[in-house]
């Protein structure tokens, strides 16, 4: 038997979000409502009223909505290496091959170019804190210094709080690239640190959403630093003057607008009136400003007054029918993201919780038994040290389909972290679990699996099996069935234990 290529999908996501997605329906109506309302006054009032409005629908709802989009756009290209990124610092590799003094070196390198090339990563990278050497997917780059300024990174973010960061560097393996780096803490078993490691993207794709953006929306889209110079920029700007500081009349309002982390402003330029909304984006360390000519917005509102209002009023229906579609869609996939675990595709920890509290809510309104089951896939380790990540990635798959067919309908099955998994079922003492994890280990504990290069490999389950006791929340249940599945490990592994 082969591995699947595909993770099974998970049952369907907790629909606790639903209250989040119900607010942003409103606040969409909501502005949808103001524009409307907008439209009859224009209706009713002198051309002044108009020009009032038409500023307004400038600096107060198309450049926060434009600078909006594109900061979610940013934040979604970001993702997915922030997820990466934390995969490395907490895979086991990782902290066991340092923690073996970093023999081997080419292990590493194999292992970043690995990561580069499965999730498509411009460059990948780990910093050892006990050598200093810098490893690369390449190879070994260099040794890192506290005196070298290009280093100031790594030292910066061994003294970080946070588990991570985002910065903007060149990048010295790729010609001095300016790169978008995701750096993670290394941390062993301990909490000691280890290092930094993660993936960088090239700048060029936030340069590339710029320019998009600004063919859609005709408006002027730049970055720029805490200083005011300029950092990525459209294909038509000016940008001999990199500082905003020295650029006539932006030049005006550049301290104030770099004194606030967001805002709207104006300035007057060649005898005519811009308006520019700013962002700080401290993924980036950038501010992001989008800017537009009122001047000529205002001149356009004056000519097409009365002929537009018919079309502008339908557009803006239409304007906020799919701004209403676009938030419900991206709420939607943010609830997929956060509720489903991407390599195997069933419930991820955040979600479970979400669940479990649902499932407690059940229970306490209308009292049946609820259990848990904690599974450990054996030796999982050893597979992926024998047969490397790739195929302990098949495994986990290949695994959470075998429980995913064999458990109820309705039980709700997740991936817990690294080879373990959690089977929540209501309605169900604590023998008629034992029998249901029983068999979803039966199932996985089959014939041998067949591999690419025609050896097999046997896989078993070892599992722990714990009834919850009135009010007693996750964390004391999944403890209890944790313990449980410790005693069948000890027992010779492949076996379904009880708690006591």
């Known amino acids: 038997m082969s591995f699947p290529d595909a993770p099974p999908r998970a049952s369907a996501p907790p629909s606790a979000p639903a209250v989040e997605g119900a607010a942003k329906t409103r606040i969409v109506a909501l502005i949808v409502a103001v524009v409307a309302l907008g439209f009859?006054?224009?209706?009713?009032?002198?051309?002044?009223?108009?020009?009032?409005?038409?500023?307004?629908?400038?600096?107060?709802?198309?450049?926060?909505?434009?600078s909006d989009t594109l900061y979610s756009e940013i934040q979604q290209d970001l993702l997915k290496p922030i997820f990466v990124s934390s995969l490395m610092?907490?895979?086991?590799?990782?902290?066991d091959w340092v923690l073996d003094g970093e023999r081997d070196p080419g292990r590493m390198t194999r292992y970043l170019a690995e990561i580069q090339q499965k999730y498509d990563a411009f460059t990948a990278f780990f910093v050892s804190e006990r050598t200093g050497v810098y490893y690369q997917s390449k190879g070994v780059l260099k040794s890192v210094h506290p005196d070298e300024p290009r280093d100031v990174w790594f030292y910066r973010v061994r003294g970080m709080e946070r588990p991570y960061e985002t910065n903007v560097d060149p990048d010295l393996a790729n010609h001095d690239t300016i790169t978008i780096f995701i750096n993670f803490r290394v941390l062993d078993y301990q909490g000691r640190f280890l290092g930094a490691t993660g993936v960088g993207l090239q700048a060029s794709m936030v340069k590339q959403l710029v320019e998009r953006y600004e063919r859609e929306y005709r408006r002027t889209i730049t970055f720029v630093d805490r200083?005011?110079?300029?950092?990525?920029?459209?294909?038509?700007?000016?940008?001999?003057?990199?500082?905003?500081?020295?650029?006539?009349?932006i030049a005006a309002i550049a301290d104030a607008l770099l004194a606030t982390e967001q805002g709207s402003f104006e300035y007057r330029r060649d005898g005519q009136t811009f308006f520019v909304n700013s962002r700080f984006i401290p993924d980036l360390d950038w501010y992001l400003l989008v800017e537009q000519n009122g001047t000529a917005a205002l001149a356009s509102a004056q000519r097409t007054l009365v002929t537009s209002l018919g079309v502008g009023a339908a557009a803006t229906l239409?304007?906020?029918?799919?701004?209403?579609?676009?938030?419900?869609?991206?709420?939607?996939?943010?609830?997929?993201?956060?509720?489903?675990?991407?390599?195997?595709g069933l419930l991820s920890r955040l979600a479970f919780a979400v669940v479990f509290a649902q499932a407690a809510e059940r229970a306490r309104r209308e009292p049946k038994p609820m259990a848990l089951a904690f599974f450990d896939i054996d030796h999982f380790k050893a597979i992926n040290d024998t047969h490397g990540h790739a195929v302990g990635d098949r495994v986990l798959a290949m695994v959470a389909e075998r429980l995913q067919a064999a458990v109820r309908g309705g039980d709700a099955l997740a991936r817990w972290g690294g080879e373990e998994f959690l089977l929540l079922l209501e309605d169900c003492d604590l023998d008629a679990a034992a029998a249901v994890a029983e068999?979803?280990?039966?199932?996985?504990?089959?014939?041998?699996?067949?591999?690419?290069?025609?050896?097999?490999?046997?896989?078993t389950l070892s599992a722990g099996v714990a009834e919850r006791r009135p009010g007693e929340d996750a964390a004391a249940l999944i403890a209890r069935a944790d313990a449980a599945l410790y005693r069948a490990k000890r027992a010779g592994r492949n076996r379904t234990a009880r708690d006591a």
């Open 40 to 66: 009859l006054g224009v209706i009713v009032a002198n051309y002044l009223v108009s020009r009032a409005w038409v500023r307004q629908t400038i600096v107060e709802s198309d450049l926060p909505l434009t």
């Open 89 to 95: 610092a907490h895979d086991t590799f990782v902290r």
């Open 227 to 249: 200083n005011g110079m300029l950092q990525l920029y459209g294909r038509d700007y000016d940008a001999r003057q990199p500082d905003i500081r020295q650029r006539p009349g």
């Open 318 to 344: 239409v304007v906020g029918w799919l701004c209403a579609l676009l938030v419900r869609r991206s709420h939607r996939r943010l609830e997929t993201l956060a509720a489903t675990d991407p390599l195997t």
């Open 439 to 459: 068999k979803a280990r039966a199932a996985v504990a089959g014939a041998p699996r067949a591999l690419a290069d025609g050896g097999a490999l046997a896989l």
